[in-house]
């Protein structure tokens, strides 16, 4: 098992950045696809960004594409993600996520029931 703790999460102004980090503990951190999804109020949790074990290989959803980055830091047993040009739109509960799928090694994990273990999540509010 794997355990996942979000932090960085924040108020900004629209056009800033924020940088989340998302630290784990408990197993082989290279072992896993690690994602980021969020959940904004009433609605259900989407995609935003998602890593390979190495980091070779990352995916985003048009909505964050150019402006959000995902990386990971193996030896720190820690994923971030890189947040600029925030839009008002972003303002959501931001969680990180692991996948134990045997191909998380070449192919970053898209989907919600990809996934095995999750945090508790970070706010993060973008005002206009």
């Known amino acids: 098992q794997v355990q996942l703790v979000e932090s960085g999460g924040g108020s900004v102004q629209a056009g800033g950045s924020l940088r989340l980090s998302c630290a784990a503990s408990?197993?082989?951190?290279?072992?896993?696809?690690m994602g980021w999804f969020r959940q904004a109020p009433g609605k259900e949790r989407e995609f935003v960004a998602a890593?390979?074990?190495?980091?070779?290989?990352?995916y985003y959803p048009d909505s964050v594409r150019g402006r959000f980055t995902i990386s990971r830091d193996n030896a720190g047993n820690t994923v971030y993600l890189q947040m600029n040009s925030l839009k008002p739109d972003d303002t959501a509960v931001y969680f990180c996520?692991?996948?134990?799928?045997?191909?998380?090694?070449?192919?970053?994990?898209?989907?919600?029931?990809?996934?095995?273990?999750w945090g508790q999540g970070t706010q993060v509010t973008v005002s206009s």
């Open positions: 996520a692991a996948s134990t799928r045997y191909y998380t090694s070449y192919y970053p994990p898209r989907d919600r029931a990809e996934y095995d273990y």
């Open positions: 408990g197993s082989t951190f290279s072992r896993y696809g």
């Open positions: 890593i390979t074990r190495t980091g070779g290989g990352a």
